[in-house]
């Protein structure tokens, strides 16, 4: 995919649009010090890791004051939602050299963020409207980081891969929780699972 194709499919501004092709350039750079990404999805940046972040920001609610991005990583997909306007997005991460990258591109990128150096279970409660994760642990356990941050009547936004159907099988056995299931635009075995109630405790029957 090109940055053209990501902003047709994104609908993007041309200000947000460039401020995108920043953030790529500067994740293109940094990769050579820091290990940010996979290396051999790099070629496909804008459709493995820009426009998977994208896909979250219609599904985030329009009373939502907070995001809170869970183990943030290169920034995908909070600092990405940042950028296209998600509102007072908080970033969770312990590696200091990844935190170096994300403050970078938010200063660059003219992007207000929090950033968060420590460990997800060192963070006080944030009182998150949405909390965000990609590829970082599974279900059960990114639930048992989520629901500390979460604002009452708060939802988890959790990208999947092809594992998602089974995750939710074995989270059953700790968590109560309502998941609506959205296709993911970018990998045909992938969900979005949107999560709207959270309590601990077994399912019902």
Not at 26 to 35: F, G, S, T, Y
Not at 57 to 81: C, H, K, T, W
Not at 92 to 116: I, N, Q
Request: charged share 25%.
């Amino acid at each position: 995919m090109t940055p053209e194709e990501f902003n047709t499919k994104s609908g993007v501004s041309r200000e947000t649009q460039e401020r995108l092709r920043l953030y790529a350039d500067l994740l293109v750079k940094w990769q050579a010090r820091i290990n940010l990404v996979g290396p051999d999805t790099l070629p496909d940046l804008w459709s493995r890791h820009f426009l998977d972040s994208a896909q979250l920001l219609p599904l985030i609610p329009a009373s939502a004051r907070r995001v809170v991005d869970l183990g943030s990583g290169a920034g995908f997909p909070g600092l990405v939602l940042a950028v296209m306007g998600a509102p007072d997005v908080h970033l969770v991460e312990s590696d200091s050299r990844k935190c170096a990258f994300l403050r970078e591109v938010a200063r660059v990128t003219a992007t207000p963020v929090t950033l968060h150096n420590k460990r997800i279970e060192q963070v006080p409660g944030l009182g998150a409207d949405v909390v965000t994760a990609r590829a970082l642990a599974p279900l059960a356990k990114l639930l048992d980081w989520a629901e500390p941050h979460l604002a009452p009547g708060g939802c988890c936004l959790f990208l999947k891969g092809r594992g998602a159907e089974d995750e939710l099988t074995a989270t059953a056995k700790e968590w109560n929780i309502t998941p609506r299931r959205v296709s993911s635009v970018t990998d045909p075995a992938g969900l979005v699972l949107q999560i709207e109630e959270v309590r601990r405790g077994r399912a019902e029957p």
